[in-house]
């Protein structure tokens, strides 16, 4: 068990609805990642915060955005879904914003 | 930014084998992982190795960093074994990069 928790562990949406994901780091983790995997693109970084501030940006969407609470949990909100946002999401977390990482078990999301 | 290649992209052993995994970057790089994606998909830590070497059981890693390379050694493999291996790097004010992925299966 990483300590990371991530929920809920499986989503079936509509193309064109809202989804929330919930990521709560390991106990003392400062920062906080997010990633897409689907099958034809691997494991894609999408943002990282690090104490609730924005820290780095990858390949996210303008239809998704993300925020991390002061208690240093975060949300990534989907909107607008299409059919190729379906992919596992993953959360992890470090304790400084640098390596090592520690991932969640993923939240499977199926859009239909 | 980095390119990270990993190889074989896949892999067939039966049951008692050795096997060594390949990470190659295309740049410098100040932080290194080792990770098992299992069939249910969970992502497990197994090394995090900027340099040097590390052993955890039947696991190892060595990474040269200096040469741009990384190692995974696994021993006796066993079913459990099977799945994704990933390596990913970072290097400072870039992101943290996944290479492509050795699939491996073992076989009883």
């Known amino acids: 068990d990483s300590g990371v928790t991530q929920t809920p562990k499986h989503l079936i949406t509509a193309t064109g609805q809202r989804v929330t994901l919930r990521c709560s780091p390991r106990s003392g983790d400062l920062s906080v990642y997010w990633y897409q995997q689907s099958l034809d693109q691997g494991l894609q970084f999408l943002i990282q915060?690090?104490?609730?501030?924005?820290?780095a940006k990858g390949n996210i969407l303008e239809r998704f955005s993300a925020q991390q609470f002061p208690d240093l949990h975060s949300e990534l909100n989907l909107s607008s879904l299409e059919l190729g946002d379906s992919a596992l999401y993953f959360c992890?977390?470090?304790?400084?914003?640098?390596?090592?990482?520690?991932f969640g078990n993923g939240t499977r999301l199926t859009v239909t | 930014g980095i390119q990270v290649e990993q190889s074989p992209p896949d892999l067939i052993l039966q049951e008692g084998a050795n096997s060594t995994l390949r990470c190659n970057f295309s740049?410098?790089?100040?932080?290194l992982q080792w990770f098992h994606q299992n069939p249910w998909g969970q992502l497990i830590n197994l090394f995090y190795i900027p340099s040097g070497t590390k052993q955890n059981g039947r696991l190892s890693a060595t990474t040269v960093a200096t040469e741009r390379y990384s190692l995974l050694y696994i021993s006796s493999s066993q079913t459990t074994d099977s799945g994704v291996y990933f390596c990913a790097v970072l290097n400072y004010g870039q992101n943290f990069v996944f290479g492509p992925g050795t699939r491996l299966s073992v076989l009883p």
């Open positions: 915060y690090y104490n609730g501030e924005e820290r």
């Open positions: 740049d410098s790089v100040n932080n």
């Open positions: 992890a977390s470090s304790a400084t914003g640098w390596p090592p990482l520690h």
